[in-house]
């Protein structure tokens, strides 16, 4: 099973989830909507944002084209 900084496992080993334990995909999903709403609230006319979440190691999602600014990215 693939462990997180936190030491949570991952959804992916197949086995049962405890109850109330959420996905990895659900955690994200929880954090990208904070980061949103926080960007919403100190700057307005960024509305609408879009965030482009990735399952890339750091270096690869540092030199992809969203980051770099490339076809339009941040």
Not at 6 to 31: F, I, K, L, N, Y
Not at 38 to 66: C, K, M, Q
């Amino acid at each position: 099973m693939h462990h997180h900084e936190d030491g949570a496992g991952d959804d992916t080993g197949g086995g049962p989830r405890r109850p109330g334990a959420r996905s990895d995909s659900e955690r994200v999903e929880e954090v990208a909507d904070r980061i949103k709403r926080s960007i919403d609230g100190a700057i307005p006319e960024a509305d609408p944002v879009f965030l482009d979440i990735t399952d890339r190691p750091a270096p690869a999602a540092r030199e992809s084209p969203a980051a770099t600014g490339e076809r339009g990215g941040a």
